[in-house]
């Protein structure tokens, strides 16, 4: 059982200013978690306003439920991807909103949950769900994908230069079905992975972890949707763990922010492209020294915020 009260949400002072929620105030949380960022927004737009959060994750919501059961009906669950808000939140009274927050990857109950299979630090099932009703686990795709195909999921979301290795050697140990198995062959077919900073096993787990729940396509359908939802005036902030999601990220705040997006050598702009969101942060905003020190998990925390321009 993890304790709950251990859980830190990331940088959230700067989440709280960024969003600015007011009483009455109607807020989306995309990645609910267990509620750390959410009871903050919600106390700070007391005594009325109200937050829709959602989570892949039905033990997270539960949780989150009965940690902010105090809230009564001012918080609104969701068991859904934040992708699909579009379709979920008008109906629920969210169909334009003051804020909204996506708090990316996985929280702290996961990945200190043995059971849940995203660590290796224990040894489990290697399932890597955050919604394990449902979906192929880190096991499936380890033991069924092509050779190939394995080698270019963790080159490609795990940015690991060794992954044709990896793979040939994760398709000669099949079947792999625990956390520590794999990251023991990772570890074996890596040259001098046992002497790096992190384990070398770090890369390919969250490979895995991004393509079982599919992550940067979630979060390509999200954005668009998130800014639809938000009333002009409305705030979007989004924190990501990793230069995949924060890549992804900034360029769509980019391209979104910009009037025109002919090239540059184009004298006439045929594109007709026009902002619909203003940078509230030029540059991500990072963990302090001292909030790193207290919660690992900022240390790779950057912050991006937008506003959303009257059309
Ligand atoms: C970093 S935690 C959020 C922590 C939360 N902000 C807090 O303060 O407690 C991320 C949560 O987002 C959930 N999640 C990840 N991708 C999701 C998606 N596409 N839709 C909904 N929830 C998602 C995970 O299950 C996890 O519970």
Redesign the pocket.
Known sequence: MVDQTT?L?VLLADVISGLAPHPGGLTI??????????EAILDASAPDGRLLG????GD?LARAGERLARLGDRLVTAH????EMSRLAPPLGFAAVDGILL?????SL?LDDPARGFAFRYDAPLDMR?DPSSGLTAADLVNSLPEDELADLIYEYGEERHSRRVARAIVRGRPVTTTNRLAEIVAASIPGGRREKIHPATRTFQALRIAV?D?LR?LER?LPQALDLLKPGGRLAVISFHSLEDRLVKHWMKRESTDCLCPPEQLVCTCGHVAALRLVTRKPVEASAQESGANPRARSAKLRAIERVAA
């Open positions: 859980h949400p949380d995309g990645t609910l978690g267990l509620g750390g960022h959410a959602f989570d892949r994750d997270a859904a991807s934040y992708a708090d990316l990857g996985l929280s996961q955050f729940n992550e979630e999200g």
